[in-house]
């Protein structure tokens, strides 16, 4: 296997000198709290809407078809969960610094179901409303609704396409979708949303005061339009300004392959060591579809270093990129960074090709010698990527590198590998004694990464201290 030299080398045997005591940046926190606020203060203005209309006295009293109140009440929350949704999907730079990408992916999912099912519960409580108050039949309730309320038809295909992307983001669906077909799914979210815009504006009776109605369309300019410009706009301008094309393909290890890259200016991306892009390569049909692939080393003036798995048809394409071939990205993204340590020990865990942005961030953080270590399990002794750089990281920065090689246990989630024989804590802190002084990156697979995440909890690292990148979608 040829080495080259990776973009950033490392260069003296201390790295990157210790910071000096700094000023407190204050503004992660602003943007987290004032995204707390933001977020709470919607859902009050739409419940204030609901009580504002009668429907809470109306409720109270248990007048007819008292069903229909709760309805509204389950619409409208859904409604402000949408607009929470489509904000988290236009991966604002800000937002993804703060919060870090594995947080952001759990409230995407948390926020997602529980605005499917109110909207599901709205249908449901204002059907079956009719059922009670007219006795009539569910079906015909349904029907009525549909063919009588002012935007149903656009609200009802809005309603299903929320409920296919809802379908297809289980567990057991994503694993059997690539990145690229459920990401493009999920973009019938957007379409869903607008859909439902009319019905809420023409039949809603929150709505019936011109100034409601426009604070609504606000909101949903807003969300809307934050996604097209961070999405789309912000995107395509930095692809056009700094011209990233393919500068050669490396095989690292056998099935691993880096892509180096350069550009102009891209060190005005400010991007960090250990976040993630969404790549585009224009070498031939196909080329429109992203795939989110982390630096593999750290950021160097204009130079960058991606390296993936070929696991699939998309990361088996990167072995016939050619030198010249144009490449459009999003990003960067993600909060898997030095901004997000405590303390001055280090602790890294990564699976198989996790250890990617893991690479980067050992070549970039601030640490004396003896004040990072790096769990690393692969498969085989032939699985291990960058074992050359890891070692020379080892002997120039002081980094203690620890290969760990076995297969995956079976029967039971651990980090560990099939030959271990203790608890996962008790081997973190046989093999790490003082780790409950250390911040703790992981970054591999889901299971494995949760697995090591309460390991590291059960080892006695604060869970502030411990910051997961998991390879999932």
């Known amino acids: 296997m040829t080495q080259h030299a990776i973009p950033s080398p490392v260069s003296g045997s201390g790295g990157p000198a210790a910071p000096a005591q700094k000023r407190r940046d204050w503004s992660p926190a602003l943007i987290r709290w004032g995204c707390v606020a ?22 109270m009293a248990k007048t007819e078809g008292p069903l229909a109140y709760p309805g509204k009440l389950a619409g409208l929350v859904s409604a402000d969960l949408m607009l929470a949704q489509v904000v988290l999907m236009a991966r604002i730079p800000a937002i993804e610094r703060t919060f870090g990408r594995d947080w952001l992916v759990r409230v995407h999912r948390i926020i997602g179901f529980t605005s499917l099912n109110l909207m599901l519960a709205h249908i449901v409580l204002l059907a079956f409303d009719y059922v009670v108050r007219d006795h009539i039949s569910v079906l015909y309730s349904l029907w009525w609704m549909a063919t009588q309320w002012r935007g149903m038809v656009m609200a009802v295909l809005g309603t299903v396409m929320f409920i296919v992307v809802g379908v297809t983001s289980t567990r057991i669906a994503r694993r059997q979708l690539r990145y690229h077909a459920w990401h493009l799914l999920h973009l019938y979210t957007l379409l869903g949303f607008g859909l439902i815009l009319p019905h809420e504006i023409w039949t809603g009776s929150e709505f019936k005061m011109p100034g409601r109605q426009a604070i609504l369309l606000v909101l949903y300019l807003l969300a809307a339009g934050s996604l097209l410009l961070f999405r789309v706009a912000l995107p395509v301008q930095r692809s056009l300004r700094h011209r990233v094309v393919v500068d050669r393909v490396v095989e690292e290890a056998p099935g691993n392959v880096s892509v180096y890259l350069r550009g102009s200016g891209l060190a005005r991306l400010r ?203």
Not at 38 to 59: E, I, K, P, Q, R
Not at 275 to 294: E, M, V
Request: proline share 5%; net charge negative.
């Open 271 to 473: 991007a960090q060591a250990g976040q993630f892009f969404i790549w585009r390569f224009r070498d031939g049909p196909g080329w429109t579809r992203g795939n989110p692939y982390a630096l593999s080393a750290a950021p160097n003036g204009d130079a960058l270093r991606i390296t993936a798995k070929e696991v699939g048809p998309n990361s088996h394409r990167l072995r016939g990129l050619r030198p010249g071939t144009r490449v459009l990205f999003e990003g960067p993204y993600g909060g898997f960074t030095e901004a997000v340590r405590h303390g001055r020990k280090v602790t890294m865990m990564a699976s198989g090709i996790g250890i990617t942005p893991v690479r980067a961030l050992l070549e970039d953080l601030s640490y004396e010698p003896g004040e990072a270590v790096l769990l690393y399990r692969a498969s085989t002794d032939d699985d291990f990527v960058f074992s050359q750089e890891l070692d020379e990281l080892a002997a120039q920065r002081g980094v203690r590198v620890v290969y760990l090689p076995g297969h995956r246990a079976s029967g039971r989630s651990s980090w560990q590998s099939e030959h271990a024989t203790e608890d996962d804590h008790t081997a973190l802190r046989r093999l790490i004694p003082d780790i409950g002084e250390h911040d703790v990156f992981i970054c591999g697979p889901d299971a494995w990464g949760r697995s090591a995440r309460e390991a590291a909890r059960r080892a006695g690292v604060p869970g502030m201290c411990v910051h997961l990148e998991r390879f999932a979608f």
């Open 38 to 59: 933001a977020f709470w203060l919607s859902l009050a203005f739409f419940v204030y809407l609901w009580v504002d209309d009668g429907s809470l006295d109306l409720m």
